[in-house]
């Protein structure tokens, strides 16, 4: 049996409350199982709600305060305090299924890799609109590139912590832009480590209204891009001719589906992501997106 700690990064977002009420409904498979909360915030405004959860879960809680609004001192607070063999992500606006965190450790087990990814299943308001539901257009997967995962994201995974992983910290300077994830992901696998995926455990985001538009996508798929190349090595001319060319290859693609209100708007963030890609190349700066005082 493994041992468990599942961290949660919270800043002002009270969903906190659901996200543990789903984790508290967790079958554990005779797993040992500790959440660890970071709170990002100045203050310690989550400290309330999580001591109030604390008889509801039948788990330990450990509280960190980790201030303030940059998400890597929150993620590292939580790799400082983990002791056990694994370590689980999981964001404080998602609910995740019961069978959750015995799915990622069964293929955690089975397949030896460093990390295993599990699919977020956006849930769609009724305002969203029908492009947005019918291309499913807020879902998170992993990516495979020739068969093989290369990096991944910290909104549903499972990282095994032992060396030479148990080193690995996400980079401060990209705590208010994003793109922490997917640089921390390039280091485990730059050390050896093998991501896997396991389609079985679910984690379900619900879609606000403020992310709900075509300007809220472009702007993340953005970012994407320009996190990815900023981390490219090798000649940035040759980059830059290749990526140039998957801008023009989508941009062509956009055209041709004109009519289509779903793929029209896939090619075109597909284009706008190899625009990032450019942009990161060539050291463009990094808007701040993590942090600001908006309702969550």
């Known amino acids: 049996m493994a041992s468990i700690d599942i961290c949660i990064c919270t800043f002002r977002r009270t969903f906190l409350e659901k996200t543990l009420q789903s984790i508290a409904a967790l079958t554990t498979g005779g797993h040992s199982i500790r959440v660890i909360i970071a709170d990002n915030d100045h203050e310690p405004s989550a400290w309330a709600l999580v001591d109030e959860m604390r008889e509801q879960l039948p788990f330990a809680i450990t509280y960190v305060h980790a201030p303030a609004a940059n998400i890597c001192i929150a993620r590292n607070a939580c790799l400082d305090h983990a002791d ?11 609910t995740v299924a019961p069978g959750w965190l015995e799915a990622l450790v069964d293929k955690a087990e089975a397949s030896q890799a460093a990390a295993v990814l599990g699919p977020v299943h956006a849930v769609y308001g009724p ?6 539901v019918d291309g499913d257009f807020h879902s998170t997967l992993p990516v495979f590139v020739g068969g093989i995962i290369r990096t991944g994201y910290t909104c549903n995974v499972l990282i095994r912590w032992s060396p030479p992983y148990k080193a690995l910290r996400f980079d401060l300077a990209l705590g208010q832009s994003g793109g922490e994830d997917t640089a921390f992901f390039y280091q485990l696998t730059a ?18 209204s403020e992310r709900a538009s075509m300007d ?22 040759k980059a830059l001719a290749v990526v140039g060319a998957k801008i023009g290859y989508c941009g062509a693609l956009t055209a041709l589906t004109t009519f289509s209100p779903v793929m029209r708007r896939k090619n075109w963030l597909r284009a706008v992501l190899h625009l990032g890609v450019a942009g990161g ?8 997106h993590y942090g600001q005082t908006l309702p969550r």
């Open 84 to 94: 056990a063999n694994f370590v689980a992500f999981v964001d404080d606006d998602e």
């Open 216 to 237: 809220w996508l472009v702007r993340r798929r953005l970012r994407f891009g320009q996190t990815h190349g900023m981390l490219q090595a090798g000649s940035r001319a």
């Open 127 to 132: 305002d969203a609109p029908r492009w947005m």
């Open 281 to 288: 190349i060539l050291g463009v700066r990094q808007a701040t």
């Open 191 to 208: 050390l050896g480590g093998t991501i896997a995926y396991a389609p079985d455990a679910l984690v379900e985001e619900p879609v606000p």
